[in-house]
């Protein structure tokens, strides 16, 4: 439907729309740009672009993007140059995806002559508040597409009015507090994006900003569904979060670039044939917990120590997607060294673990999955396709995500969940 409200309003001279996309970085935000980038390009009658900043900072990320543009040959790079950053200098120690974000808003002022002329752009939450007002001056709409879901949204669009509130009643204690979303829910302070608490902190000051420029936006594609959150989708469009929202469009679950691409059924584990698969394939139906907490480093080794201690005497069949770095070039550790003396031997036949990419989405359909253990990354609950999802909420957006998992929650699978939960009671504190 939105596609074709661009035909019929936006045409360009030759008639036909062109759609910039400009997203950041990381796959947590890059995988639903390429899924819609690939939707729209399958529809068709649409000019497509996408401004690529290379070197990307990880290797996954290098490989969609060649894997993107050599599936859609029609789709036009658009190579972003960044102006010089010295990060480490100015930030030591900071995530470098989330500087990579800096960057980006550093260098968002040259965006201009490349958005000249197109039909409609479509960014990224995290440049918002540079990306934005350059499309107002040229008058191009600009969408965000919000990769979290519909309750984190409401949330960063309310946290400035929080703050600016709180400010207005001078509370004197302090603190961020918790923060009642009009409409939503009530976010204890414990459950917000814990940077979140330390306003100087780059990440809240870029989320503050981002916040209130959204605002401006011609509208929201965000990767939900009304059933899943009605309250938080109807609050955002009722402008009871925020006065005169922009439309918010739930275009979700997002399939991924295999699925839209053909005519397969869904329900086809489309990774048969990987070494991952064909083990979970000697496996009997719905008996492996799988195990993954995202495209990176997402606990520290002494958790994962802990994990495996839990997996082993849990009992149960697992197969733990880990990543032990917070950018994978950077991951040259054994598996052996990183999970202790012995782990691997003692499991073997009934766990598998691997530090590789695989196509998480298709292994979720794979009939011998039959438990999710996630550190509920949007992008994962979103694909859980049918399998129960046991939270396990760490940094970022997860404890929002957490909230919403737990509002759609499935009680199908308590016999494996309880022989696993068992396994972690008996070692874990
Ligand atoms: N993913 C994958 N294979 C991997 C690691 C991650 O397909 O080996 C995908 C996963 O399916 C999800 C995304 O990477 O779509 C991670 O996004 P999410 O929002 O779940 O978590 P984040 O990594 O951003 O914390
Ligand atoms: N976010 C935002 N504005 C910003 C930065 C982040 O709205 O300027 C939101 C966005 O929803 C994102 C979430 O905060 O998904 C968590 O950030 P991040 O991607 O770092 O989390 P992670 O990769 O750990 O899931």
């Not at 759609?408 to 874990?428: M, P, Q, R, V, W």
Request: proline share 6%; with cysteine; net charge negative.
């Amino acid at each position: 439907r939105s596609i074709m409200a661009l035909q019929e309003t936006q045409s360009s001279v030759d008639g036909v729309p062109h759609v910039m996309f400009i997203p950041s970085a990381g796959m947590g935000h890059l995988l639903p740009f390429f899924r819609v980038i690939a939707a729209l390009s399958y529809h068709g009658g649409v000019e497509v672009s996408v401004v690529t900043v290379l070197p990307t900072v990880s290797a996954a990320e290098a490989d969609h993007f060649t894997e993107l543009f050599a599936k859609f040959p029609g789709i036009r790079r658009v190579d972003f140059h960044l102006l010089p950053f010295d990060a480490a200098a100015e930030f030591p120690g900071h995530d470098p995806f989330l500087l990579r974000w800096e960057a980006l808003r550093r260098s968002a002022h040259l965006l201009g002559p490349l958005i000249t002329g197109v039909s409609a752009v479509i960014t990224d939450v995290t440049l918002a508040s540079h990306v934005i007002p350059i499309c107002k001056d040229i008058h191009v709409p600009c969408h965000v597409l919000f990769v979290s879901c519909a309750t984190m949204l409401s949330l960063v669009a309310y946290f400035p009015v929080h703050l600016d509130n709180n400010q207005k009643k001078k509370a004197a204690t302090g603190g961020v507090g918790d923060v009642d979303i009009p409409g939503v829910r009530c976010i204890a302070q414990s459950w917000l994006p814990q940077p979140l608490l330390d306003l100087e902190k780059l990440f809240t000051k870029q989320l503050i900003d981002n916040g209130r420029e959204i605002t401006k936006a011609d509208g929201f594609l965000v990767n939900t569904f009304d059933a899943l959150e009605p309250v938080a989708l109807a609050a955002l469009r009722d402008g009871k979060v925020v006065p005169g929202f922009p439309p918010v469009y739930a275009i979700g679950p997002l399939k991924s670039h295999t699925s839209s691409t053909s005519n397969d059924n869904d329900d086809k584990p489309a990774a048969a044939g990987s070494p991952v698969a064909c083990w979970l394939d000697e496996q009997p139906v719905k008996s492996v917990v799988y195990v993954a907490f995202g495209n990176r480093n997402a606990v520290t080794h002494e958790q994962i120590r802990e994990i495996a201690a839990g997996l082993e005497s849990s009992g149960c069949r697992f197969l733990w997607v880990l990543k032990t770095t917070t950018v994978d070039r950077d991951d040259a550790a054994e598996l052996a060294d990183v999970l202790g003396d012995g782990f691997l031997d003692r499991v073997q036949g009934r766990g598998l673990v691997t530090k590789a990419w695989v196509d998480q989405e298709a292994l979720l359909k794979h009939p011998g999955v039959g438990l999710f253990l996630s550190h509920s990354g949007w992008n994962s609950v979103t694909a859980a396709a049918g399998v129960p999802l046991l939270a396990w909420p760490g940094g970022g957006d997860h404890r929002v995500n957490a909230t919403v998992v737990v509002s759609g929650k499935s009680y199908n699978c308590l016999e494996l969940l309880s022989i696993f939960l068992k396994g972690f009671a008996n070692d874990c504190t």
